[in-house]
């Protein structure tokens, strides 16, 4: 079946980059993507990468794609104390119904 | 950006009692609607699918006279927890699609989520 992993908790620095990991099962996903979650909050769409790409930047953002390898990671560079948050990475099936599957979660701790 | 609200944010109530949540989109017709439970410190399990007019695709292990979904309109969806329990506390996030045919992607936009505490 699907699955999406992603390592449970990275702490950096304030002003270094931080690098989130993910890595899903199926190669048919059309999409890929990182969403961000404060707590208590919902999730907010950061970016996207369409799999016939390798690299997407948008702003501080860096997306890259391995899809050999099934392998998706997530730059944030400069990273600021308000980047603090859960991310989660997705997949989207292009079957009928467009769902995602969501990995586990990544918590990014940014210390001052 | 699109929109999408839940009504309500929190509900604390009691057990045996149905406890409704409504996700609307605010700005777009929402071409389908996800609903998802998240367990604290854990990641969103899909529920359910909602299609307007029609009914509701339950995904593997969800009870659906439990969880009523009711999808008026375009941009109305309502979840309805029947007979609350403790264990169906959580937090409950609804999602909203949007058909962007300039693109033809499928982007899903998250409401804020409710908490739910049944006592």
């Known amino acids: 079946g699907e699955d999406v992993e992603q390592s449970l908790f990275l702490s950096v620095r304030e002003g270094d980059s931080s690098v989130i990991n993910c890595t899903y099962t199926?190669?048919?996903?059309?999409?890929l993507y990182w969403y961000k979650q404060e707590p208590g909050a919902g999730l907010q769409l950061l970016t996207y990468?369409?799999?016939?790409?390798d690299m997407k930047q948008d702003q501080r953002l860096t997306v890259l794609l391995n899809k050999k390898d099934k392998h998706l990671s997530l730059r944030i560079a400069d990273t600021q104390t308000g980047d603090s948050a859960i991310y989660f990475c997705?997949?989207?099936?292009?079957?009928?119904?467009?769902?995602?599957?969501f990995g586990s979660g990544t918590r990014l701790l940014v210390r001052p | 950006g699109a929109v999408v609200s839940q009504h309500p944010s929190r509900v604390i109530c009691k057990s045996g009692t149905s406890v409704k949540i409504e996700c609307r989109s605010l700005?777009?017709?929402?071409?389908?609607m996800f609903w998802y439970r998240q367990f604290p410190k854990q990641s969103l399990m899909l529920m359910a699918t909602?299609?307007?007019?029609?009914?509701?695709?339950?995904e593997q292990g969800v009870e659906k006279d439990k969880f009523l979904i009711n999808h008026a309109s375009l941009t109305l969806s309502t979840l309805t927890v029947t007979s609350a329990h403790p264990e169906d506390s959580s937090f409950y996030i609804c999602?909203?699609?949007?058909?962007?045919?300039?693109?033809?992607?499928?982007?899903?936009?998250f409401g804020p989520g409710t908490r739910l505490l049944v006592l």
């Open positions: 199926d190669s048919s996903s059309t999409y």
């Open positions: 909602s299609n307007e007019g029609s009914k509701a695709t339950y």
């Open positions: 990468i369409f799999s016939n790409m």
């Open positions: 999602s909203a699609n949007i058909r962007r045919l300039a693109v033809l992607r499928e982007t899903q936009y």
């Open positions: 700005d777009f017709q929402a071409t389908t």
């Open positions: 997705a997949e989207n099936y292009e079957d009928s119904s467009y769902k995602l599957i």
